[in-house]
């Protein structure tokens, strides 16, 4: 089990645990300040401001939002996330990251899947697209998306400029997106406002605000999951999990990801991501814990046993994605969009 120092670390370890502990260290305010001469000093004497003390729940949860939404796995480093990327400007927020690591209200944050409580979201959109159910999960699905790579990275090949500065975006997830399978994340018991009305306790699938690439869909509807009993759920608890399954099933990225993957690390050379048909055969499924992303999630990392790097990227923190037919679904529940800043932002229809 990971100790509290070594939860501290994972949260300085990546992008977006360490904008995490930023927005927590200046409450969502501009960093750095305009006019500021020294980043640096300006975020040391906020971090001092807190005292140690463990942020409100609804910071930490604002926190963790902030922290997903400016992930962007397409373009440059925000200003904010170059600035921490200096150790020494990152290690200013370590009293931060010690008080979230230590904070037993978020406990769940480094751990592994709940399969008492997992929920899959369909988002209807402002198009009126309708809301279906989650599929089974099925391998061959997992074996198309593959393939489907495959072809695109002939097609990128023959296609797009070789240089990785080139102006070039297109497919910039690891995860399996737009394959069909069924992804899901834990429910957790919160108060939420309804109106002038705080409402509680409210179940609220965690996956209806950590949405990388959100799009500001308007309503939303979640079913609850059951996965079969036996089902194989492989754990990435940090980083290193990562890059051993990619090292088990590698399948190369590189022409399609070079462009949009340089422009988030600034490495060139060679990509690969999980060759997700291979890895239905391995298990069923694959939970990546809030703390592993914010220590993995848009850091090129070296693959063992390659010239290669990977990036996790497009996989929502507690999300699990399912491989296999092993899931079932019950009844649905309707979900609106609100005005409201996490964690109200939905709130049951």
Known sequence: MATVDDRSAQLLAGPRGRRLCLHLAVAGSL?????????????????????????????????????????????????????????GTAAVLRPVADAVA????????????????????????????????????????????????VAEEDRAARGRPADPTAAWSGSWWSAPCLSGLPHTSRTRTASVRVGAALVSPVPTPVGLHLVEDEMGWPTARTWPVRARDGARVLKIRGPQDWVD??????????????????????????????????VADEVDAVHVSVGAWSATAGRALDVPGST??????????????WLTDCVESGDPTDWVRTDEDPPDRWVPA
Do not use: F, K, M, N
Not at 51 to 67: C, I, N, Q, S, Y
Not at 125 to 138: F, N
Not at 253 to 275: F, I, K, M, N, Q
Not at 308 to 321: N, Y
């Open 245 to 278: 399954l990619v090292a088990r099933h590698p399948l190369p990225a590189t022409a399609s990801r070079r462009h949009d993957w340089y422009s988030c690390t600034g490495r060139t050379g060679e990509w690969l991501v999980p060759d997700w048909g291979s």
């Open 308 to 321: 290669a790097a990977t990036v996790l990227a497009g996989w929502d923190p507690d999300a699990t994605w």
């Open 102 to 149: 230590a904070d037993q209200r978020v406990g769940w944050w480094w751990e592994d899947l709940d399969r008492a409580t997992q929920t899959s979201i369909s988002w209807p959109g402002a198009d009126d697209a309708p809301a279906t159910a989650p599929s089974t999960g099925d391998r061959a699905r997992a074996r198309r998306w593959s393939s489907s790579l």
């Open 31 to 87: 960093w750095p300040p305009r006019g500021t001469t020294d980043p640096r000093d300006a975020l040391r004497r906020a971090v001092a401001g807190l005292g140690g003390a463990a942020p409100p729940p609804e910071l930490l949860w604002a926190g963790l939002v902030a922290a997903v939404d400016s992930g962007r796995y397409w373009q440059g480093p925000e200003d904010a996330d170059a600035l921490l990327a200096d150790p």
